[in-house]
C-alpha cells in the first residue's frame, strides 16, 4: 500500500517562499498521478497542483506562476515549490496520489484515494 508522508511546513511571511515535500513509498509501481491539495479552516479541501506520469503538470488558477510541482522518481518524492505566498495560502498542505489514469486530469480531491496526514502552512501579512 502506497504511504505518503509530507514535510517543508512553516511559518513565512507574505512574499515568502516554502518547499514541501511529500515521499512515497510501499508501491509495486509508482502512482500514476501525484498531487498537492490544501484545506484551510472552514473550507473545503482543493486541488493545488498535479504531475502525472507523463511529467504533465496541472495547476489551480490561484497559484498558476506562483508554485511548481515537481517529482523525483529516483529519490521517489514530490515536491511543491510556492513562491511569492500570500496569506490566502495558509492551509494544512496533503499530498495525493492515485494509480487510475483518466482521460482527463483532475484537481478534485474525491479522484484521489491515497493521501499523506498533511503538513502546515502559514503566511501571515
Known amino acids: 500500500q502506497v504511504q505518503l508522508l509530507e514535510s517543508g511546513g512553516g511559518s513565512v511571511q507574505a512574499g515568502g517562499s516554502l518547499r514541501l515535500s511529500c515521499a512515497y513509498f510501499?508501491?509495486?509501481?509508482?502512482?500514476?498521478?501525484m498531487g498537492w491539495f490544501r484545506q484551510a479552516p472552514g473550507k473545503e479541501r482543493e486541488g493545488v497542483a498535479v504531475?502525472?506520469?507523463?511529467?504533465?503538470?496541472t495547476y489551480a488558477d490561484s497559484v498558476k506562476g506562483r508554485f511548481t510541482i515537481s517529482k523525483d522518481n529516483a529519490k521517489n518524492t514530490l515536491y511543491l515549490q510556492m513562491n511569492s505566498l500570500k496569506p490566502e495560502d495558509t492551509a494544512m498542505y496533503y499530498c495525493?496520489?492515485?494509480?487510475?489514469?483518466?482521460?482527463?486530469?483532475?484537481?478534485?480531491?474525491?479522484?484521489?484515494?491515497?493521501w499523506g496526514q498533511g503538513t502546515q502552512v502559514t503566511v501571515s501579512s
Open positions: 504531475i502525472d506520469g507523463s511529467d504533465i503538470t
Open positions: 495525493a496520489a492515485d494509480f487510475a489514469v483518466r482521460a482527463v486530469v483532475t484537481l478534485a480531491p474525491t479522484a484521489y484515494h491515497y
Open positions: 510501499g508501491y509495486t509501481y509508482s502512482p500514476y498521478y
